[in-house]
C-alpha cells in the first residue's frame, strides 16, 4: 500500500459501491517522500492506527463523514475505540477507487493528464493532500515557497512576511498534488479543476477542513500539545458525499509542537536534514522537474542513513506516550511524554552542535 502501512483488501470497491478493506500501520517510516527507511521505530504502527481511530470517531460524533468502520482488536473482532482492551495496529475501512493521472512528457517536462476526472465521477479518492496551518513553526515548506517565490504573502492571506514560529490570526488553507511522482503544491483553482470539482465542492472542502482542524485542536490539547499543521485526504462516496479518508490527527499526518518543541515526523527530518543523502534528495526532485523524469529517486546516489540508536529510541517512546495522551488511555508503558520531549531537544541540540 506504501511506505509505512499495508492495505488488505476485504471486499474490492466497483463503480457504484465501496469496497471494505484494512490498514495494517507498520512500525516504518518515511521522510521527504522517499518511502521506506532503513531501520523501523518500535511502537510506531500501533500508536499511529489508535490515534487515527480515535480521531476518526471524533469527527464522526461532529457530523463528519469518515470511511473508518473500527479497529481489530486480538480476536479479530471489530470494535469501536472504547471497546479495545490491548494496542492494535490494524483499522477496518470502506474502501474507495483510486484512479492515477497518467504521466507523460511533454518539450522534455514531465506533465500528468487528470481528465478521468470530472464532476460526474463517483466513489473515488480525490488526488489531492488538503493542508490546513495555524501557525509556521521553523522547518514550514511555507517558508522555503516564499523565499523561492513559489507562492506569494497574497496568496496565502498574508499581509507582511511571517516569523518561524509564528501562530496565524486564521487557518491558511493549502493543497497539494496526491498521486504524482513526487507532491506539488497547487492553487485551489488548479486542485478544482484537476480533481473534477465544482466551487461548491471546493467550499465544502474548506468546511471539512476548518472543522476537522478545530477537532484536531481539541484533542491535541489533551497532551498539552499546539496543532501547528496537518493534512487530510478526502474522497467522494458512491453518492459523491465527501468523505475523510486514509488517516487523520496523528504525528505523521499533523505537526504538534509543546513550547516550541516538535512532536511530530519532524523530528527525524530534523535528524536528516542534516545529511548529505537529504541534500541529493532535494536536488534530485528539481532535476527531475526540469528532465521530465518521473522516477527522481533514480537519480539519487546515496543510500538513506539509519537514525542515531538514542534518537530512534526516543522518538519511538515519543509515539507511545503521545498515543496515551491524546487518547486518555495508557495502552504504552513508557515515561509522559513532556519528560520524553525534553530528552529529544537535548540529543537533537546535540546533534546539531
Known amino acids: 500500500m506504501g511506505s509505512v502501512k499495508d492495505l488488505e483488501v476485504i471486499k474490492k470497491p466497483t463503480a457504484e459501491a465501496m469496497g471494505v478493506g ?31 481511530a480515535y480521531c476518526f470517531e471524533r469527527f464522526e460524533e461532529k457530523g463528519i463523514k469518515t470511511h473508518y468502520r473500527g479497529l481489530v482488536n486480538s480476536k479479530g473482532q471489530v470494535v469501536h475505540f472504547d471497546e479495545l482492551e490491548e494496542p492494535t495496529n490494524i483499522m477496518e475501512i470502506n474502501l474507495v477507487n483510486v484512479y492515477k493521472p497518467r504521466a507523460y512528457v511533454e518539450n522534455g517536462r514531465l506533465k500528468y493528464d487528470y481528465s478521468i476526472y470530472t464532476p460526474k465521477l463517483r466513489n473515488y479518492l480525490l488526488p489531492l493532500e488538503i493542508i490546513y496551518r495555524n501557525g509556521l513553526p521553523e522547518g514550514s515548506s511555507v517558508f522555503k515557497r516564499l523565499e523561492q517565490g513559489l507562492i506569494t504573502l497574497k496568496d496565502l492571506g498574508l499581509e507582511r512576511m ?14 497539494s498534488t496526491k498521486l504524482e511522482e513526487g507532491d506539488r503544491y497547487i492553487s485551489w483553482e488548479e486542485a478544482r479543476r484537476i480533481a473534477g470539482l465544482t466551487e461548491q465542492e471546493v467550499e465544502e472542502i ?88 518521473e522516477n527522481w529517486k533514480t537519480l539519487v ?46 540529543v537533537l541540540s546535540d546533534l546539531k552542535s
Open 22 to 52: 484494512r490498514f495494517h500501520f507498520s512500525d516504518r517510516y518515511s521522510v521527504f517522500d522517499w518511502g521506506e527507511m532503513p531501520d523501523h521505530i518500535e511502537g510506531k504502527g500501533a500508536s499511529l492506527c489508535l490515534m487515527g
Open 162 to 175: 511571517p516569523k518561524p514560529g509564528e501562530r496565524l490570526s486564521k487557518p491558511i488553507f493549502d493543497v
Open 206 to 293: 474548506k468546511d471539512v477542513l476548518l472543522k476537522v482542524n478545530e477537532i484536531i485542536t481539541e484533542v491535541a490539547k489533551r497532551a498539552d500539545l499546539v496543532n501547528e499543521d496537518g493534512k487530510i485526504e478526502l474522497a467522494f462516496d458512491p453518492e459523491r458525499r465527501l468523505m475523510v479518508v486514509d488517516v487523520a490527527g496523528t504525528l505523521d499526518e499533523c505537526r504538534f509542537t509543546y513550547r516550541g518543541i516538535h512532536v511530530s515526523k519532524e523530528v527525524a527530518r530534523i535528524y536528516y536534514r542534516r545529511t548529505e543523502w537529504a541534500k541529493e534528495v532535494e536536488e534530485a526532485k528539481k532535476k527531475s522537474r526540469e528532465l521530465g523524469v
Open 301 to 346: 546516489k546515496t543510500a538513506p542513513p539509519k537514525l542515531e540508536l538514542k534518537l530512534k529510541t526516543l522518538i519511538s517512546h515519543m509515539y507511545m506516550a503521545a498515543a496515551n495522551e491524546i487518547t486518555g488511555r495508557k495502552f504504552f508503558d513508557t515515561e509522559r511524554l513532556t519528560d520524553i520531549l525534553e530528552e529529544l531537544q537535548i
